[in-house]
């Protein structure tokens, strides 16, 4: 096997997966046929995608012929009318070798065609080994397994069609997926040694469906990677309403089941609920996958399949409010449906397939481009870490929201950016030298543009108190400057994070006498492209910083209208952030701790925070921790046992355990692979509550072990 799912790097956190898996995309149906598979294959490189997602489907257990699978009824394809089938194994087989040889990291899904359960395991290990050892050609030693960098096991399982015990008992039914066909079968991929990765089939649109497989995988077996379907059919999400954010909150939730039994997350089928088939929305519509893929996909995925390719209808592809467009579209003005004769359709599928914009640009705004160089001395010594950024704005200063990137050891240094980041243009490629050094060369200039490669950028400094000592510095300013960036607060949590958005064009005052609108004479700006605004040439004093909000928002970052900002003499500040939510304000504090209105039964509170410094106390800068687990541990294992009470943490991190009666109760937290509890030093809570008590405040840090 070539590569697998671990040697995907977790970029910066995560981002490095954008050069090294830039897009990995769903490669269907008549993508795959030979008069249109050159084009399709020459149109995916140009996208950037080097991982490819394809369909193996079966029809019986019992049905595995010789290695090309030459059985016409081994897997039909009904073209609408019934009067055409046509084998697809052999096909995707074959297609399978055809990617690998071009470059592409290869994932199957194997899945049953019409959801029939297997006799026994040994006809679910035999249909697996039977794939895993298939050939191109009779006689070839080369095997399907070679070329086959990731196994995934079933698809939508709560789906009848594809699970058919799931529709009456979907309990039961995903139970029965796990014990009789993803164990089997995760068991002949690792067997004999063999050691193919294996992904689990994703399941619906509810997180709830996919922790019934992970309760069960707890104890039935090994499986490398979970997939979570929670774009099929995507989720609700458009930009102009950010507090709605579905496939967001949704994965949230997915991630933390799978942390919890140590399991990664993939999606094999991801995309954007869409906005209608007549255009007038499809700027809105790229925006919202652009905004995902960043907000989503990048921070909580270890590889998502793009869905898809090339769409199958004329229109935005098949349901329109569940299946949104694809990269690639038919050049054809013939309208189909599933219905229409197979004449029909064969006209449609044969036509040229070509680019479909916006999403096609929107795709290729993924990808990134490079700056690479080297940070030398102009003398003796080693200069320490640096950063080296794209001045956007050409104003000599680095400034939030620009690409940037330090030097390692030796100096050397590697910048990556996006077009969507760094629109194609001329810009100053800029260093930012730490105390004590001084750039001897602090620019450079070039052509930046989509997958622009730039290597030679380098940089001489002098300093450090080793080869001259620095100048004098100047004298102060007697002004100085306040500046940060609007933002739009996704998850209302007052801090400028990853997947909040910048605010462009937005007015900024100094509210000089607090009553939350600009008077006359007040001073104002406009944030810029990037959302960021300043304030020159103020003198030391205290500053009160708003903004013109429209109706419906408020400030995020404040109980006040405003945010309080102290200016010494000289001084700039450039963390002057100013958030903004359409939330309410949050209700008053909760009663002090007495009886409950019921009069026999009480609750615990609190929350969950990630304790960045260690320090046992949730700090400002500090963030807090969405859909993890909280427990009354009865019987003192410190592990969640069936029938304890437990609750997720909502996505202000907070958790509720209610209807307690008067009694001790011991409380803890699920803690996810590779941390620890910083707080409570004993790892739990542990209350005695009186008749109707309520108990709050029981929080709960983490930090990671690394």
């Known amino acids: 096997m070539n590569r697998t799912i671990s040697d995907l790097e977790p970029l910066e956190t995560r981002r490095m997966l954008a050069g090294q898996h830039p897009i990995a995309i769903n490669f269907n149906d008549e993508s795959l046929w030979a008069g249109q598979f050159a084009n399709t294959v020459a149109q995916a490189k140009s996208l950037g995608v080097t991982a490819v997602r394809l369909w193996l489907p079966f029809e019986t257990y019992s049905d595995r012929p010789n290695a090309l699978d030459p059985v016409p009824a081994f897997a039909d394809r009904n073209y609408g009318d019934g009067a055409q089938r046509q084998n697809l194994a052999p096909e995707i087989i074959q297609r399978a070798f055809d990617l690998h040889r071009e470059g592409f990291s290869v994932s199957v899904v194997v899945q049953p065609q019409f959801g029939r359960a297997p006799a026994s395991d040994s006809d679910v290990r035999g249909l697996i080994r039977h794939f895993m050892d298939a050939t191109e050609t009779p006689g070839s030693s080369v095997k399907l397994k070679e070329v086959i960098d990731n196994w995934e096991i079933g698809n939508e399982v709560d789906v009848g069609f594809f699970w058919t015990p799931s529709i009456n008992n979907k309990t039961a039914g995903l139970q029965r997926y796990v014990d009789n066909f993803l164990i089997p079968a995760a068991d002949e991929l690792h067997a004999n040694g063999d050691h193919e990765n294996v992904i689990s ?49 949704r994965t949230l939730t997915a991630r933390a089941y799978a942390e919890e039994i140590g399991k990664k997350l993939v999606a094999t089928e991801w995309n954007v609920r869409g906005y209608g088939t007549d255009g007038s929305r499809d700027a809105t519509w790229a925006q919202a996958i652009d905004d995902i893929y960043r907000q989503v996909i990048l921070p909580n995925y270890e590889i998502a399949y793009y869905f898809a390719l090339t769409n199958n209808w004329a229109g935005r592809g098949g349901t329109i409010t569940a299946r949104p467009a694809s990269a690639l579209k038919h050049d054809t003005s013939l309208s189909v449906t599933s219905s229409s004769s197979y004449a029909q359709l064969e006209q449609y599928y044969n036509s040229p397939i070509v680019v479909s914009e916006p999403f096609y640009s929107t795709v290729k705004s993924w990808q990134y481009g490079t700056i690479a160089g080297q940070v030398v001395t102009s003398g003796a010594g080693t200069p320490p870490s640096m950063r080296v950024y794209v001045d956007r704005n050409n104003d000599g200063l680095f400034n939030i929201g620009e690409p940037s990137a330090f030097s390692w050891a030796g100096g050397t240094y590697l910048l990556q950016y996006s077009s969507r980041e760094v629109p194609a243009g001329g810009y100053f490629i800029r260093l930012e030298p730490t105390a004590d050094w001084q750039a001897v060369s602090s620019a450079q200039y070039g052509t930046l543009g989509a997958l622009s490669n730039i290597s030679g950028a380098n940089f001489t400094v002098s300093g450090g108190g080793v080869v001259e000592p620095p100048p004098p510095p100047p004298p102060p300013p007697t002004t100085g400057s306040i500046s940060g960036v609007v933002f739009g607060d996704s998850n209302n949590n007052g801090l400028y994070d990853s997947g909040d958005s910048l605010g462009p064009a937005r007015v900024v005052f100094i509210d000089a006498n607090a009553n939350g609108k600009i008077d006359a004479g007040e001073k104002q700006t406009t944030s810029n492209a990037v959302g960021v605004y300043t304030f020159a040439n103020l003198s030391a004093g205290v500053y009160k910083i708003s903004r013109v909000f429209p109706a419906g928002y408020r400030i995020s970052n404040s109980a006040n209208s405003y945010i309080t900002v102290t200016l010494a003499e000289g001084q700039s500040i450039n963390t002057a952030h100013i958030g903004s939510t359409n939330t309410k304000l949050p209700p008053p504090p909760p009663p002090p701790p007495g009886n409950d209105p019921s009069g026999n039964t009480g609750y615990v509170a609190g929350l969950l925070f990630n304790d960045t410094n260690g320090n046992g106390v949730q700090n400002s800068n500090e963030t807090v921790a969405v859909g993890r687990t909280v427990y009354i541990d009865v019987n003192n294992n410190n592990k969640l046992d069936s029938g304890e009470k437990s609750v997720l943490t909502d996505s202000a991190g907070k958790y509720k355990l209610a209807n307690l009666a008067a009694g001790t109760y011991r409380v803890r937290r699920v803690m996810p692979t590779g941390y620890r509890l910083t707080t409570p030093s004993l790892g739990y809570h542990l209350v005695t509550l009186g008749p109707g008590q309520v108990m709050q405040n029981l929080n709960f840090g983490s930090t990671s072990i690394a």
């Open 201 to 249: 089939a994703g399941v619906s649109y509810n997180p709830a469906d996919l922790k019934i497989i992970l309760d069960r995988l707890v104890y039935r077996g090994r499986v490398d990677a979970i997939d979570y379907a929670g774009f099929h059919p995507y989720g609700n999400y458009d930009p102009a309403k950010p507090s709605t954010n579905e496939p967001k909150y």
